[in-house]
Antibody, heavy 130, light 106 residues
Framework: QITLKESGPTLVKPTQTLTLTCTFSGFSLSTSGVGVGWIRQSPGEALDWLSVIYWNDEKLYSPSLKSRLTITKDTSKNQVVLTMANMDPVDTATYFC??????????????????????WGQGILVTVSS | VLTQSPGTLSLSPGERATLFCRASQSVRGTYLAWYQQKRGQAPRLLIFGASTRAAGIPDRFSGSGSGTDFTLTISRLEPEDFAVYYCQQYGSSPWPFGQGTKVEIK
């Protein structure tokens, strides 16, 4: 049974760095093809894809947020950590982590993953306010 | 960019729902997924690969399409199907979601 759970601060101040941890069970991030991603959702808004990290340490980032995001994994602890720098009130959202699986495809300049999110954590609401 | 239509669909239980997702560029390899999200809950994967139902998803949900135009069809709406539905392409990074279609009770 695959489960994921997000943890971290629920309140951060503007300009601070947010660090979120996704702790999972039921799978290993050393298994070929497996990834863990982060998606956020501002209140009343649509889903916003942020980042994903794979078993082979491939990392993908949303272009609009790439300069502020860092994703890492600790396979031995079954954890994935996302940091987002320079937080702003517009970053107030529920942050979800999710298990990702799919295909390994030729992306034109190299092989990359094409994967969907099949298991999701419950999400953590992060408020950015002074 | 993925554009979903309509923004809101008002239907009665038992009716057929047809939701659309249009991509600004052709989606590689039909790498398109559909998710359902109920209020206060995490999204749930319904369809991947444009037409493959995820595990445990009832067969009243079906997906179709290729290139830039995709469709999610719910053949007969059950009370638990009233929710927001999102499409997402995952064939080439980044992997945006559409803005969602709300299916509400008429």
């Amino acid at each position: 049974q695959i489960t994921l759970k997000e943890s971290g601060p629920t309140l951060v101040k503007p300009t601070q760095t947010l660090t979120l941890t996704c702790t999972f069970s039921g799978f290993s991030l050393s298994t070929s093809g497996v990834g863990v991603g982060w998606i956020r959702q501002s209140p009343g808004e649509a889903l916003d894809w942020l980042s994903v990290i794979y078993w082979n340490d491939e990392k993908l980032y949303s272009p609009s947020l790439k300069s502020r995001l860092t994703i890492t994994k600790d396979t031995s602890k079954n954890q994935v950590v996302l940091t987002m720098a320079n937080m702003d009130p517009v970053d107030t959202a529920t942050y979800f982590c999710a298990h990702s699986r799919g295909d390994y495809i030729w992306g034109g300049s190299g092989y990359t993953h094409a994967s969907y999110f099949d298991f999701w954590g419950q999400g953590i609401l992060v408020t950015v306010s002074s | 960019v993925l554009t979903q239509s309509p923004g809101t669909l008002s239907l009665s239980p038992g009716e057929r729902a047809t939701l659309f997702c249009r991509a600004s560029q052709s989606v590689r390899g039909t790498y398109l997924a559909w998710y359902q999200q109920k209020r206060g809950q995490a999204p749930r994967l319904l369809i991947f690969g444009a037409s493959t139902r995820a595990a445990g998803i009832p067969d009243r949900f079906s997906g179709s399409g290729s290139g830039t135009d995709f469709t999610l069809t719910i053949s007969r709406l059950e009370p638990e199907d009233f929710a927001v539905y999102y499409c997402q392409q995952y064939g080439s990074s980044p992997w945006p979601f559409g803005q969602g279609t709300k299916v509400e009770i008429k």
